[in-house]
């Protein structure tokens, strides 16, 4: 494969420097067939090194426009960029799927899009076009085919990545941005896969504060959960659920995903008030349930409400919906069923699945080919 120089080059105020990238007009094609490189059967939500990455580059002042294929590896940037000295960056999570019927699909794109696009407006970076967005992880995905699981095994997670690379010495906005994509193979989120998971509460520390940036996907959003999920894990949990900053008694999220549970046949979620990440599989969830004729309430659900519920599960881009068997707050726990999913919680998880692998029709046209 030749490898050609980047252009335009950056510049330096850019705090990037120029990159290879690939020039073979085969490089899609010669990438159709699955790495023989994974044991498909023992693959995990962890990451594996793919072959190429996407990248493009713009100012503060100008448009964004079309980038280029490069192989994947270090993004070299100024030790004074807004990224690493202000955290101003967002980061999204999708997934491309093989298919029952043979093709290479997105699960809702344009959602991430756009969600990316609010968050950009919130840490003032410049918005990435929703056309851009979408042809880059197309792009991405095609160039690394091999390394997308068969059917049923797994699924490419894609990580598109919005960062303010220029330098900048105070808290003030980039002078010039960077977004990225790179791909790599995942397993369940979780160990026990569909297996129901045992989740604590934490009293201690909250994920997000009423006026803060916790409705994006800003990446100072979680490193700070990092420390509490460890010492859940290092407890025998599989995560933390965090409640509200204000009363401490209403859920928000669990690590980083949505929360449902049910309670005499109704769904309940919490509200989206600011805090909580508007995720997308949630979304999905809520138009299915409500599809098969569950009643959907999005409202503040208190902690003492989801530990008497009859399910409960979490669910997000990751997760999808990961049943929960167990939750924990200080000396009481609540324990769900026979720790297999429920009634409710496993319809969703077949019909959400069914759809993103063509077992089922996809009624709401969430799914998005990828033009191979």
Wanted: aromatic content about 8%; overall charge negative; hydrophobic content about 40%.
């Amino acid at each position: 494969m030749k490898v050609a120089k980047a252009g335009p080059k950056p510049s330096k105020e850019a705090g990037m420097i120029e990159s290879p990238i690939y020039m073979g007009i085969n490089a899609v094609g010669m990438v159709k067939e699955m790495s023989e490189e994974i044991d498909w059967d023992s693959l995990t939500f962890s990451l594996t090194p793919t072959d190429t990455m996407y990248l493009t580059e713009t100012t503060a002042d100008d448009p964004w426009m079309p980038g280029s294929l490069r192989p994947y590896g270090p993004v070299q940037m100024s030790p004074a960029a807004g990224v690493l000295n202000y955290g101003q960056g967002l980061f999204e999570g999708m997934k491309a799927y093989r298919t029952a019927k043979g093709r290479v699909v997105f699960f809702r794109p344009e959602e991430n899009a756009r969600r990316m696009q609010r968050g950009a407006d919130r840490l003032k970076m410049p918005p990435v076009p929703e056309s851009v967005f979408v042809d880059a992880v197309e792009q991405c995905v095609k160039a690394n085919l091999r390394w997308l699981p068969p059917t049923g095994k797994g699924a490419m997670y894609v990580r598109p990545l919005l960062m303010g690379s220029g330098p900048i010495l105070g808290v003030a906005p980039a002078p010039s941005y960077t977004f990225l994509v790179y791909v790599t193979p995942v397993g369940p989120y979780f160990k026990g896969g569909v297996s129901a998971i045992d989740l604590l509460i934490s009293e201690e520390h909250h994920r997000a504060a009423p006026g803060g940036s916790g409705g994006v996907k800003a990446i100072g959003n979680y490193a700070p959960g990092m420390m509490p999920s460890k010492k859940a894990k290092a407890a025998g949990y599989a995560e933390v659920i965090y409640l509200d900053a204000e009363t401490h008694s209403y859920v928000e999220e669990v690590g980083a995903a949505n929360f449902f549970c049910v309670k005499d046949g109704v769904l309940y979620t919490p509200e989206l008030t600011g805090t909580i990440l508007p995720g997308i599989t949630r979304n999905s969830i809520i138009q299915l349930a409500r599809h098969n004729g569950i009643e959907v309430v999005e409202t503040k659900v208190e902690a003492t409400f989801a530990m008497t519920a009859d399910e409960a599960f979490c669910c997000g881009t990751a997760a999808v919906i990961s049943p929960i068997g167990t939750i924990t707050k200080g000396d009481d726990k609540a324990t769900f069923g026979d720790g297999k999913p429920g009634r409710i919680t496993q319809q969703l998880y077949s019909q959400l699945v069914g759809i993103q692998n063509e077992d089922e029709e996809d009624i709401f046209g969430w799914l998005h080919e990828v033009p191979l």
